[in-house]
């Protein structure tokens, strides 16, 4: 089973990629106001925090989100644990991420 520490540098890597597509369509912008808002309505009440940071973020523009979803600190770990922007990877594309993390890291 993989550590709390493998499991937000796993997180950080999937982000990394997912600002990479967001680099290249910053329209996906809308597609990460349209999942707040859903979250917001069917999640826990305890992520709400989190939605309520992640949408303040989202507010200020893609930079913002691009920083906050790459920034490595613990505040950095906490937010993508409830990050919109994981989101915006097809299911393929988080299925080749997952593939290829799993073959690196197999030997941990």
């Given at each position: 089973m993989p550590s709390h520490r493998e499991l937000d540098e796993r997180s950080l890597a999937l982000h990394r990629i997912v600002?990479?597509?967001?680099?290249?369509?910053?329209?996906?912008?809308?597609?990460v106001q349209g999942i707040l808002d859903h979250w917001y309505l069917v999640a826990s009440p305890r992520?709400?925090?989190y939605?309520?940071?992640?949408r303040q973020v989202a507010a200020q523009g893609v930079e913002a989100c691009i920083a906050t979803a790459i920034e490595d600190s613990e505040r950095g770990a906490a937010m993508r644990q409830a990050s919109p922007l994981a989101c915006l990877l097809s299911h393929q594309e988080r299925f080749a991420f997952?593939?290829?993390?799993s073959s690196l890291h197999a030997s941990r």
């Open positions: 600002v990479g597509k967001l680099r290249q369509d910053e329209a996906l912008m809308e597609k992520t709400h925090g939605l309520s940071e992640w997952f593939k290829n993390w």
